[in-house]
């Protein structure tokens, strides 16, 4: 039995025994009420715009690799760019060059000269890639000085800067989009297709994490970030790149919602090493367990599992699976379809539960038939030549200009940044108290229910 199987087991059987006792939970905690004159932002759109101008700010690590993707999707203006190093504008700026295109505007110096960027009227759009606990600050105050945001993970790391960003955009009516690009990954994206279409039964469990061991790369974090944030911080810190592809596949917000969640995590080992290592402090506060897993129901009774783990040495893994009640969908360690036998036929006599495993040349076929419907054969051959993780960066960042330059709803709203992130302070929550369910908040405020499903906007 795999190790995830034994720990869904232990969560389930302990959320079990805490649900038994009425009076015991699950814990809530506070959804406060919408400012008055607001109003939801459930298929937000702005005026289309013929050309999308960007700033771009932070551009150490990720930023580069926007930047130039962004040189190759039509109808965008790069105006400015902004990093806290002045070295990391520079070379930006000489990529820029490279490729044939003026210079933009440089802020750099220190960690508040982004305002000056936001503060141009000459922006649609702020792009943010800096460390994470920038990334609510620069969006709150672009969004305020009218821009939309289009942010990378996680957007927010606390419930009260989630409640900021989704009152900030209610408030400006502006894009508030977290650059989640596991959603656009080609497995991905097919599966969904093939949810949707029913190949897969009654979708009855999921599965997502992030598994990366990053101990050779916590050197490359600008003054060591990311270890800092797991040596502060409890719960599932980075869970939006297992839970955002099987969280638009349940239609959360869409029909469904996240309804309570039990957290549990191994206890720090190969944390307070790596602060030790690093730093040369002792490390023994380190509040990240090697290991963190959340179980999560929905309203409509689906369940799901997210896993964390940077810190042991296991294989590279978001694990995502599908499971239904007449197929099974899985990316990792191989990518596998199992499905009933007369799921495989267009009009079979009799039911065939007999399940077939299939192979390449099966997968392959169907993959097709079920191909999204925003990959047309030039976007897919684009995205595999600009790049960005095999190609999903580059077809996040063109539906994102592609929406804006027809005024359409973006395919992630803010309602998804909250649902996404919060598992982070909620399943600290969770382990805080000995594992108890916690109630996740309804970040709508009660249209939850207002769509049925996800769906991909296209201009007509």
């Known amino acids: 039995m795999r190790i995830r199987n034994l720990i869904v087991a232990a969560t389930l059987l302990l959320a079990a025994s805490c649900a038994s006792d009425k009076s015991a939970g699950p814990i809530k905690v506070k959804v406060p009420a919408r400012p008055a004159g607001q109003e939801n932002v459930i298929g937000l759109t702005v005026p289309a715009m013929d050309t999308v101008r960007i700033g771009f700010v932070g551009l150490g690590a990720r930023g580069p690799y926007a930047v130039d993707r962004y040189t190759y999707i039509p109808g965008v203006k790069i105006v400015a760019l902004c990093d806290v190093v002045p070295d990391n504008v520079e070379k930006v700026q000489k990529a820029l060059e490279n490729r044939g295109f003026p210079r933009a505007a440089g802020y750099s110096g220190d960690t508040e000269v982004y305002k000056q960027l936001c503060e141009r009227d000459d922006i649609d759009l702020v792009y943010i890639c800096t460390d994470w606990v920038h990334h609510t600050p620069i969006a709150l105050y672009a969004m305020e000085h009218g821009k939309n945001v289009a942010c990378e993970v996680p957007m927010a790391t606390s419930l009260?800067?989630?409640?900021?960003?989704?009152?900030?955009?209610?408030?400006?009516?502006?894009?508030?989009?977290?650059?989640?690009?596991?959603?656009?990954?080609?497995?991905?994206?097919?599966?969904?297709?093939?949810?949707?279409?029913?190949?897969?039964?009654?979708?009855?469990?999921?599965?997502?994490?992030?598994l990366h061991y990053l101990d050779p790369y916590w050197g490359g974090y600008w003054n060591n970030w990311r270890l800092d944030f797991n040596q502060k911080h409890k719960g599932d810190v980075y869970p939006t790149h297992g839970l955002g592809p099987i969280a638009q596949v349940l239609g959360i917000h869409r029909g469904d919602r996240f309804k309570t969640l039990v957290a549990m995590d191994t206890k720090p080992s190969n944390g307070p090493r790596a602060v030790k290592r690093m730093t040369g402090q002792n490390g023994d506060d380190f509040q990240n367990g090697d290991e963190t897993s959340t179980m999560i129901r929905t309203e409509n009774g689906?369940?799901?599992?997210?896993?964390?783990?940077?810190?042991?040495?296991?294989?590279?893994?978001?694990?995502?699976?599908?499971?239904?009640?007449?197929?099974?969908?899985?990316?990792?360690?191989?990518?596998?379809?199992?499905?009933?036998?007369?799921?495989?036929?267009?009009?079979?006599?009799?039911?065939?539960?007999?399940?077939?495993?299939?192979?390449?040349?099966?997968?392959?076929?169907?993959?097709?038939?079920?191909?999204?419907?925003?990959?047309?054969p030039e976007l897919e051959e684009l995205a595999k030549k600009v790049g960005g993780h095999g190609g999903m960066d580059f077809i996040m960042d063109y539906r994102l200009i592609y929406c804006l330059r027809n005024g359409l709803p973006l395919d992630m709203d803010v309602y998804d940044m909250a649902e996404w992130c919060c598992l982070a302070e909620l399943g600290a929550i969770s382990i805080e108290h000995g594992s108890m369910p916690v109630e996740v908040p309804d970040f709508t405020r009660g249209a939850w229910n207002q769509l049925k499903g996800f769906s991909y906007a296209l201009a007509k």
């Not at 191989?334 to 997968?363: G, H, T, Y």
Request: aromatic share 8%; glycine share 4%.
């Open 160 to 210: 009260e800067e989630i409640w900021a960003l989704i009152n900030m955009s209610e408030k400006t009516r502006k894009h508030c989009m977290m650059l989640e690009n596991c959603c656009y990954d080609f497995f991905e994206m097919s599966c969904l297709t093939m949810a949707q279409a029913g190949v897969f039964g009654d979708i009855l469990h999921v599965e997502g994490s992030y």
């Open 302 to 376: 689906k369940t799901i599992l997210i896993e964390h783990d940077v810190l042991t040495p296991r294989p590279y893994d978001r694990m995502y699976q599908i499971v239904g009640s007449h197929g099974f969908a899985e990316k990792y360690p191989v990518e596998r379809i199992v499905l009933r036998a007369d799921q495989l036929q267009e009009n079979p006599a009799s039911e065939d539960l007999s399940e077939k495993l299939l192979n390449a040349e099966e997968m392959a076929q169907l993959q097709q038939k079920y191909r999204s419907p925003i990959l047309t």
